[in-house]
């Protein structure tokens, strides 16, 4: 599946006009709409996978888009565990791929 932005000119819902954003995302810029949550802004850009499973390292991106789930966290801004569905895109921000490290039970080595 290809992942892009339908224009507002296109919209048959007819949006207001929106201005550009550009975040951050692991070192590269990628840009989006005013608007937009940042997993909208990263599906924009073709991207599907941004957080990675603790036991496997698996990629996950938006499974549910309405902040049940867990597969969309990122890190915004220094902040962990941020839904990437739920939470706007803000111009400058900084967002951050995130993999957790499986718990170690107390006593067994790392």
Not at 43 to 62: D, H, K, Y
Not at 63 to 71: K, L, Y
């Amino acid at each position: 599946m290809t992942s892009r932005r339908l224009s507002a000119e296109n919209d048959p819902i007819r949006p207001d006009t929106t201005s550009p954003i550009a975040i951050t995302m692991d070192g590269a810029v990628v840009e989006g709409l005013e608007g937009q949550s940042i997993a909208g802004v990263l599906m924009g850009t073709g991207m599907l996978a941004w957080r990675f499973t603790s036991s496997a390292n698996r990629p996950r991106g938006v499974f549910c888009g309405i902040g049940v789930c867990f597969d969309c966290l990122v890190t915004v801004n220094g902040q962990p565990d941020v839904r990437a569905c739920q939470r706007r895109a803000v111009a400058g921000d900084t967002v951050l791929s995130q993999h957790d490290e499986l718990p170690v039970p107390p006593g067994e080595p790392r």
